[in-house]
């Protein structure tokens, strides 16, 4: 078993950044591939970002690249996210995951899921 905390969320106007951070705890020797999901109110989860095992494969989607950044400290157990330039369109709960083995943009595929941190972006 994993377990996987969230933090770093908050309120913040458009144009700014935030960090979210990871921290898993429990089994974590295996390899694991992390990464973000998002759902914003009224719609379907999905997809931000993966980051496999060694950190040098990453994924993310269209809606984040070029703002985005992930990476991990596998000494620390914790994968972060950069965000920059947020717009009001990422506002959204965020959640962290964890799979073993390598990435992908299927939420169905990860085990292991943490329970969310808010970001608010305001315009």
């Known amino acids: 078993q994993v377990q996987l905390v969230e933090s770093g969320g908050g309120l913040v106007q458009a144009g700014g950044s935030l960090r979210l951070s990871c921290a898993a705890s429990g089994r974590t020797s295996s390899n694991y591939a992390m990464g973000w999901f998002r759902q914003a109110p009224g719609k379907e989860r999905e997809f931000v970002v993966f980051?496999?095992?060694?950190?040098?494969?990453?994924y993310y989607a269209d809606s984040v690249k070029g703002r985005f950044t992930i990476s991990r400290d596998n000494a620390k157990n914790t994968v972060y996210l950069q965000m920059n330039s947020l717009k009001p369109e990422d506002t959204a709960v965020y959640y962290c995951?964890?799979?073993?083995?390598?990435?992908?943009?299927?939420?169905?595929?990860?085990?292991?899921w943490g329970q969310g941190t808010q970001v608010t972006v305001s315009s």
């Open positions: 995951v964890a799979k073993s083995g390598v990435g992908h943009v299927g939420a169905a595929l990860y085990d292991y």
């Open positions: 980051i496999n095992w060694s950190g040098g494969s990453t």
